[in-house]
């Protein structure tokens, strides 16, 4: 096909108006199967047909989708945002500000995985081409523009996206995560003698207390989910929620649909206390990354948050041989357990000259906190000296 074909442009109301086919393709470079579970179409459909992610609830979506003839070369999941909910990336003062000198942050656009803060690209191509991002980046603009957004925030971004906005006039943001890597590690003692010697022994007395009135843990997984499962985990997901940060964000019917089209990539840990659930952690399975999102108990234990959040997620990875853990946003409590600090990427544009040149001047100093925390954090780290 010639590079000269005419390019268009769509932008869609709904998951639902692009086949999975051409999404996921165009999430995994060309594949089938993206390696991240929440790039998937039927992530994002679970979303919105569940109502978690529709106008209704401030995430309408306009994802943008580049064609070349007939071929889709380029995808931009992006929501239409009335608040700045469910995004882990803070804007809350620079839409203070924005208003309090007379003028509106809301609308704004989002690119991003609904409630979910794990980093995978966002602006999807078929082939990588530096050129079809800049395009999509290009058509988000336009789309604020046209809209009359303030701006357009990509959160959770790959380096490489990082890069390519850095070279325009998007602004760049740093945050950090903790993150855990398998180092060829056969057992989780293999795993615990490259800790400090009280470092290993704290955790195994965590461990140890967890668990010492009886609790088990087990995981749930593909065929194996039922209802039963999730009612169990909604109970404690809207009990912790609803006490921890005042609004879980997910309803019943989310985890249903997900159920019914990648249970192979769900991995549901519950802690049981004789035959009842008490507790339970949710995670995503990636190609060689285990993601774990939501965690809810219904009874206060010692350490059952570390065990089946932290814990049980490495166990899980040694034994199914993945590289990594990513076990959520935020937590410096997670380093002392062997999770090391990792920088997370944001790219925004802010259409207002003046707030942009306030943002951008703050991100500046922000990047260098981040940058210089996550050094000495890393300082800090339980491992052993070599």
């Known amino acids: 096909m010639s590079d000269h074909t005419e390019l268009t442009i769509s932008v ?3 998951t639902a108006s692009i086949p999975s086919t051409t999404w996921n393709a165009l999430a995994s470079s060309g594949g089938e199967n993206p390696d991240n579970p929440f790039l998937e179409h ?3 459909l679970a979303l919105e047909e569940s109502g978690c992610a529709t106008g209704a609830t ?3 979506p306009q994802h943008i989708l580049i064609s070349r003839g007939d071929t889709p070369i380029g995808l931009m999941p992006l929501f239409l945002k009335s608040h700045s909910m469910g995004e882990y990336v803070f804007d809350h003062a620079w839409a203070d500000a924005i208003e309090r000198a007379g003028g509106n942050y809301y609308p704004k656009l989002q690119s991003s995985v609904p409630f979910t803060p794990a980093s995978a690209p966002k602006l999807l191509t078929r082939d990588g081409s530096t050129d079809t991002r800049t395009l999509l980046l290009q058509a988000s603009e336009a789309l604020a523009e046209r809209l009359g957004a303030s701006s357009v925030h990509a959160t959770f971004v790959t380096s490489e996206e990082e890069a390519l906005a850095a070279g325009t006039d998007w602004l760049v943001r740093h945050d950090t995560q903790f993150h855990w890597t398998n180092k060829g590690f056969g057992t989780f003692d293999d795993f615990l003698d490259t800790l400090q010697s009280r470092k290993r022994k704290a955790i195994r007395r965590e461990r140890r207390e967890a668990l010492i009135e009886g ?3 087990e995981w749930v997984t593909g065929n194996d989910l039922t209802e039963a499962h999730w009612d169990a985990f909604y109970e404690f997901y809207m009990d912790t929620g609803a006490r921890k940060w005042g609004r879980p964000y997910l309803n019943r019917a989310f985890f249903s649909r997900i159920t019914e089209t990648m249970s192979d990539r769900i991995v549901l840990m519950l802690a049981r206390d004789g035959a009842d659930y008490i507790a339970g952690a949710l995670n995503f399975l990636g190609a060689d990354t285990l993601y774990g999102r ?4 219904i009874r206060d234990a010692p350490f059952l948050h570390f065990e089946l959040c932290y814990y049980q997620a490495i ?4 034994e199914h041989g993945l590289k990594r853990v990513e076990a959520g946003a935020q937590g410096q409590h997670k380093l002392a357990r062997g999770y090391a600090p990792e920088t997370t990427r944001s790219i925004h544009h802010i259409v207002h000259p003046g707030l942009r040149r306030a943002v951008a ?5 922000e990047r260098k906190y981040v940058d210089l925390q996550n050094r000495e954090l ?3 780290a339980p491992f052993r000296k070599a």
């Open 12 to 14: 869609h109301p709904s």
């Open 58 to 60: 401030g995430w309408q």
């Open 215 to 217: 609790i088990t843990c």
């Open 378 to 380: 890393a300082d800090y």
């Open 361 to 365: 001047e703050y991100l500046e100093d």
């Open 315 to 318: 166990d899980f990875a040694i």
């Open 294 to 297: 939501n965690w809810g108990a």
């Open 42 to 44: 039927a992530f994002f």
